[in-house]
């Protein structure tokens, strides 16, 4: 597959803690009642380690840091070398990396929750849509990366390769930060994971024809990213996919009644005219490339 898009270079990423009002909340209770450390997670249920805590410091791997002030709720906290920043940026939106109750984040853009979260983790979700793809041993083209729950499913599941588009620089800043996202420079990618940063809208136009075996298809909402929704683009991706190559486009659920819209059925009928047999599944659509 030929190498559009720009790859970002690499960036380590975070290692240091994350804190959110609770977990700042245990540490400092445990301080106030003579503890001299407290055992628990602080990367977001990643792992459990041993905090030492002194009277104006506490130390975590190896480091040290200063006592938190007061945090908000829904708001994970890092360590940006001088204070506890949220783990959000404004660049036109606010994008923001927002806690769970099943450890896993998902992210907002100016309040919007991006990922589904009312069942499950974000990252069993994408686990079970991206079974649907049947990624072993095959090349993925991810079109919109988020926080890379796709990828990570499919390095999990023992795809070939990975090729990761991401638009937006804030959101790959966040993940970045999140311990729950696919590093592609780590030894436990083996090399499998290429994050590109571009507009896959764009940059499909330089992928060769037939190169790609399954595809992952989670773009926003119709009403912000409407290219990703059209008859030009379903024709690109038909174009990529090998013959009986599959597709798992995610929709969601949108109220029909207050949209005015089946966007599901809409989908459907476009990846039919471009060359896939369809089928609703879970919140999408599954295709099969004819």
Avoid at 42 to 50: A, E, P, Q
């Amino acid at each position: 597959m030929p190498g559009p898009g720009c790859r970002p270079p690499p960036v380590p990423h975070y290692s240091g803690p994350l804190l959110l009002r609770e977990s700042a909340r245990a540490l400092l209770a445990a301080r106030e009642s003579g503890h001299p450390e407290r055992t628990g997670s602080l990367d977001l249920g990643r792992s459990l380690d041993t905090a030492a805590l002194g009277p104006d410091h506490w130390r975590w791997r190896g480091a040290t840091y200063p006592w938190p002030g007061a945090l908000k709720d829904r708001t994970i906290y890092w360590f940006d070398g001088e204070d506890w920043a949220p783990a959000a940026r404004y660049a036109g939106s606010l994008i923001k990396l927002v806690p769970t109750e099943w450890d896993v984040p998902t992210f907002e853009i100016d309040g919007i929750k991006m990922l589904p979260t009312s069942r499950e983790s974000p990252l069993d979700d994408a686990r079970r849509k991206v079974a649907l793809v049947e990624p072993r041993g095959k090349v993925v083209l991810d079109t919109c990366g988020g926080l890379g729950y796709f990828a990570a499913c499919c390095l999990e599941a023992g795809a070939a390769r990975i090729v990761s588009f991401e638009k937006n620089p804030s959101v790959l800043w966040l993940r970045t930060l999140n311990p729950w996202s696919p590093d592609p420079d780590a030894a436990s990618s083996g090399g499998r994971l290429e994050l590109r940063h571009g507009d896959v809208s764009r940059e499909i136009a330089a992928l060769g024809d037939g190169t790609v075996d399954a595809l992952l298809h989670d773009p926003p909402r119709f009403g912000i990213a409407g290219e990703l929704y059209s008859q030009a683009f379903y024709d690109q991706l038909a174009r990529v996919l090998r013959r009986g190559g599959r597709l798992f486009h995610y929709t969601g659920s949108p109220n029909r009644l207050t949209s005015g819209r089946d966007v599901p059925r809409e989908v459907a009928r476009r990846l039919e005219k471009a060359g896939f047999r369809v089928q609703l599944a879970l919140d999408g659509v599954l295709g099969v490339r004819r």
